[in-house]
Nanobody
């Protein structure tokens, strides 16, 4: 069974940092682009960041550029999202997804076929 499992979410104060992980089981992430998406209550799901299968190409939503960094460790079958300078507006459930896609389409959710269950990130004082 193909699964993606997110971890690393939690409650953090504004200005703080979190690192999310997306681990795969049942398949190898190496061949897939990975996207991070988020959905806040009452809002549509939005693309946050994505990375190519090799890790050589990344993309970010304007709202997180300069604050978030996506990376992957194919040896560990895991993709990471380092989130710094967190703001209350970053509060959402964060999802990772795997798919066959590339720039500039990789921030579009319909490009992905396998999704994790999500991890809650709450930024609040």
């Amino acid at each position: 069974q193909l699964r993606l499992v997110e971890s690393g979410g939690g409650l953090v104060q504004p200005g703080g940092s979190l690192r999310l992980s997306c681990a795969a089981s049942g398949f190898t992430l190496n061949y897939y682009a990975i996207g991070w998406f988020r959905q806040a209550p009452g809002k549509e799901r939005e693309g946050v960041s994505c990375i190519s299968s090799s890790g050589g190409s990344t993309n970010y939503a304007d709202s997180v550029k300069g604050r978030f960094t996506i990376s992957r460790d194919n040896a560990k079958n895991t993709v990471y999202l380092q989130m710094n300078s967190l703001e209350p507006g970053d509060t959402a459930v964060y999802y990772c997804a795997a798919g066959w896609t590339s720039q500039p389409m990789c921030l579009i959710d319909r490009q992905y076929h396998t999704w994790g269950q999500g991890t809650q990130v709450t930024v609040s004082s």
